[in-house]
């Protein structure tokens, strides 16, 4: 009965993180931050790795300041080494050990190491967006041949053409891949405007 109240509030927490991510994607990213803002506080920094991953990802594409956006992806990728660094041992490991094994949570990397690289590139940090550009591209056999995937190695190929073109110093950031001069930096990460991160696929 425990496990099943347990798995059912953390349900209703991915729900309600959902919401708010579709009221920043109806273009209201200031009231999109200042809920996702009381959800992480609800969650609390050692609350569900899960959570705290997605409520992340989706965070960082309400900013618009990158430095912003750069520290909610880092936030992002430390909860999913958490998740995947979690022994299993109780009913609450067995259930991040079931979703360790779902699409989604595979997907994790290549997309959150692609988000990080952008947010490196837009502050001019070229080295490190390789870096992570490679990281992204190494893991990306996890993805499906679906329109998730498709898009993951869409934006991998188009932030590797900008990086080349700025070259092995960088230069000045140019609009992130999929985005038009004037966006602000959340807003182009993926195509149409959405996320490449774990958001578009729940956990």
Do not use: K
């Not at 660094?85 to 609450?92: L, N, R, S, V």
């Amino acid at each position: 009965m425990a496990e099943q109240q347990e798995q059912a509030a953390a349900d209703a927490m991915m729900t309600r993180i959902g919401q708010v991510a579709m009221l920043l994607h109806g273009g209201d990213r200031e009231e999109a931050r200042g809920r996702f803002l009381d959800l992480w506080t609800e969650i609390g920094e050692d609350g569900d790795a899960l959570h705290r991953c997605t409520l992340a990802h989706y965070m960082a594409d309400a900013q618009d300041d990158p430095s912003d956006e750069l520290a909610w992806d880092l936030r992002a990728l430390s909860a999913a080494d958490t998740v995947t660094d979690t022994p299993t041992d109780t009913p609450t490991d067995a259930r991040i050990a079931e979703h360790q094994q779902s699409p989604a949570v595979r997907a994790f990397y290549p997309s959150l190491h692609l988000s990080l690289a952008v947010d490196y590139a837009n502050l001019g940090r070229s080295e490190a967006a390789r870096s992570h550009l490679r990281r992204a591209r190494d893991t990306v056999g996890v993805l499906g041949d679906d329109a998730y995937g498709d898009g993951v190695r869409a934006g991998i190929g188009r932030l590797e053409l900008r990086l080349d073109e700025e070259g092995p110093s960088g230069g000045a950031p140019e609009p992130t891949p999929g985005q038009t001069p004037g966006q602000t930096p959340g807003q182009g990460r993926g195509p149409g405007g959405e996320t490449l991160g774990p958001p578009r696929q729940r956990p």
